[in-house]
C-alpha cells in the first residue's frame, strides 16, 4: 500500500528539507532513488520508492548499497543536481506529485516527483518547466526529454481534491501500531518512532513490495526452482558414471573373445563359454560376419571411449557439485542480509542473464591452480588486454606465422610457469588461432615488455622479441578440462 497525500504531507514536515544541500545521488535499483542531504550539521538518507504498490518517501537510517553498474537516471541527477540546494520542496495540494525547486549556482532546476502506484515516476525539469530526463521514460505521456511538464494541470487537480477532502478524514494517517509495537518490544529503550521511522520499517519488514519477507519468499522461489533443475542434471550425470563404470567389463568381453575364438559357431550370434574369472557360463554378443579379432577390437574400443567418457563425467559432476555449492552460498547470503534494498540487488543480480552482466575484462578467463589465463579471440580484445589488463612480468603466447588470439598467464611472484600450465595457454592459443583446422602449430612465448608494437601496424598488432619455440597438438580431454574449469569459475 502506498503513502496517501496526509501521510506524504506529514513525512516532508518532519524531513523539513528546504534549505539541505544534495550531497550525493545513489540509485541501488530501477524504481528507487536515494538523496543524501545535509543541512545544520546534520545529513539524512531521503529514500524515494517508485515500486507499484510501495510508492513513498521517506527517511531511512539503512544502509543503501550502490548498484554494480551505474545506473543512467542517477548519472544524470549527479550531473546537474549534486551539490544543489533545495530551495523548497512541498507536495502538490494533494495530488501526491511533490514539488521540489532546487538551485545550482545560477542555474534553477525543479523536481517533480509522482508518488502514484501505478505511474510513479521522477521528473526533472529545467525552471520553465522543460523536462530534461525522467526515472521512467513515458512517450504517451510526454515525459522523455525534450518535453513539457504541465504543471498548471496539476494545480487545477489539486484544487478539486482539496475540495473533497477538506476535513482530512478521507484519506486517514495510519498509526502503524503494530510497527511501534514490534520495535518497543525488540528495543524497549528507543524513543517513540517519528512518522518516517515507522514508515521506513514497515515497507522494509512488512509491506508487500521492496519487504524483506516479501523478497525472501522470492527467493525461496528462485533457489528452490534452481535447486531441483541442478539436483536433477547432477542425478543424471551420477547415473551415466554409474553405466561407464561398468565399461571394464567390455574389456573382459574381448579378452574372453580372444581366448576361446575356437568355440565360435559359423554364423551364430553369441560366443558361449566359460568365465575364467567367476567359473560361470556366459553368452558374450559377436557379429557373425567378422572374425574373433575384430570382435574382441569392437569390445576394446568400446572400452576406451566409455574410460574416456568417464574421466570426463568426473569433471563435469565436479562442476555440477561447485554450482549447487555456490547456489547453496548465495542463498545463504540473501537469507543473512537484513536489508530488503540490498536482497533485491542480489536477487537482480542473480537471475540476469549472463550477457547483460558486468564482465571483468575482455576475452575469456581461466583459472588452473591458482594461475589465470586470459585469451583475447579477436584484434579488440587482443588489444584491450594488452592495453589494460596485463603487465610487464606477465607471458605472452601466439602462434607463429597464423592469425589467432593472444594469451596471457599472469605472473605470480616467485614462481616459474609450470610446462603442464604452459600446455593448457599453447592449446588455447592454438584453438582461438585458425590453425584450430590443422589440430597444431608452432608457437612463440616471452614476456610481455619483450613487445612492442608495430609502427603503423593493425590494431593490436605486436612485434617480439626474446621469444622462446612451443610446438602444440590439440589436447580435446585439455580443452575440455579448461572450459569446465572456466565454467566452475563463472558461478
Known amino acids: 500500500m502506498s503513502l496517501n497525500c496526509n501521510e506524504i504531507n506529514l513525512i516532508l514536515s518532519e524531513l523539513d528539507l528546504a534549505g539541505s544541500f544534495v550531497q550525493d545521488i ?223 567389463q567390455k574389456k573382459h568381453w574381448g579378452d574372453l573373445i580372444l581366448s576361446n575364438a575356437h568355440l565360435i559357431q559359423a554364423g551364430s550370434n553369441f560366443l558361449e563359454c566359460v568365465d575364467y574369472e567367476s567359473g560361470a557360463t556366459v553368452q558374450i554378443k559377436i557379429d557373425p560376419k567378422k572374425s574373433a579379432q575384430e570382435n574382441a577390437a569392437r569390445y576394446y574400443d568400446l572400452y576406451k571411449k566409455e574410460a574416456s567418457g568417464a574421466k570426463e563425467l568426473e569433471d563435469e559432476i565436479a562442476l555440477s557439485q561447485r554450482k549447487l555449492a555456490a547456489l547453496e552460498k548465495a542463498y545463504q547470503e540473501i537469507l543473512n542480509e537484513k536489508n530488503p534494498v540490498r536482497i533485491e540487488q542480489l536477487l537482480r543480480k542473480d537471475s540476469a542473464p549472463k550477457q547483460k552482466q558486468k564482465k571483468a575484462r575482455p576475452g575469456l578467463d581461466y583459472t588452473v591452480n591458482g594461475w589465470l589465463i586470459l585469451v583475447g579471440r579477436d584484434a579488440n580484445e587482443n588489444d584491450e588486454l594488452l592495453r589494460r589488463h596485463v603487465k610487464g612480468s606477465d607471458m605472452w603466447l601466439h602462434t607463429r606465422d597464423c592469425p589467432g588470439g593472444y594469451v596471457f598467464v599472469k605472473y605470480r611472484a616467485g614462481k616459474t610457469i609450470p610446462l603442464d600450465i604452459l600446455l593448457d595457454a599453447g592449446n588455447l592459443a592454438v584453438y582461438f588461432s585458425k590453425a584450430r583446422k590443422n589440430g597444431k602449430a608452432d608457437l612463440y612465448y616471452t614476456q610481455v615488455k619483450h613487445l612492442r608494437r608495430a609502427k603503423n601496424g593493425p590494431k593490436g598488432l605486436v612485434l617480439p622479441t626474446q621469444e622462446k619455440n612451443l610446438s602444440v597438438v590439440l589436447d580435446s580431454a585439455r580443452l575440455k578440462r579448461l572450459e569446465l574449469e572456466r565454467q566452475g569459475d563463472e558461478l
Open 26 to 248: 545513489v540509485q541501488p535499483g530501477y524504481d528507487t532513488i536515494a538523496l543524501y542531504v545535509y543541512k545544520e550539521g546534520a545529513a539524512k538518507t531521503v529514500l524515494i520508492c517508485a515500486a507499484n504498490g510501495a510508492t513513498r518517501i521517506n527517511e531511512t537510517r539503512r544502509k543503501i548499497p550502490k548498484n554494480e553498474k551505474p545506473l543512467r537516471f542517477m548519472e544524470f541527477l549527479k550531473s546537474r543536481i549534486r551539490g544543489a540546494k533545495i530551495l523548497s520542496c512541498a507536495q502538490m495540494g494533494l495530488e501526491r506529485i511533490i514539488k521540489f525547486e532546487l538551485g545550482h549556482g545560477e542555474e534553477q532546476f525543479k523536481m517533480f516527483v509522482r508518488l502514484w502506484s501505478a505511474a510513479a515516476n521522477i521528473i526533472l525539469c529545467d525552471k520553465d518547466n522543460n523536462i530534461l530526463d525522467t526515472m521512467f521514460r513515458r512517450p504517451q505521456k510526454g515525459e522523455v526529454t525534450g518535453g513539457v511538464f504541465d504543471e498548471e494541470a496539476i494545480w487545477e487537480s489539486a484544487k478539486e481534491k482539496a475540495r473533497q477532502a477538506q476535513d482530512g478524514g478521507r484519506f486517514p494517517i495510519r498509526g502503524f501500531e503494530e510497527v511501534q509495537e514490534e520495535v518497543a518490544l525488540a528495543h524497549p529503550d528507543w524513543p517513540p518512532l517519528t512518522f518516517n521511522q515507522k514508515v521506513d520499517w514497515f515497507y522494509s519488514e512488512s509491506a508487500s513490495t521492496l519487504s524483506r519477507e516479501a523478497l525472501l519468499e522470492k527467493a525461496k522461489a528462485w533457489y528452490e526452482t534452481r535447486h531441483s533443475k541442478q539436483e536433477a542434471a547432477l542425478e543424471r550425470l551420477q547415473a551415466k558414471k554409474a553405466d561407464f563404470e561398468k565399461s571394464g
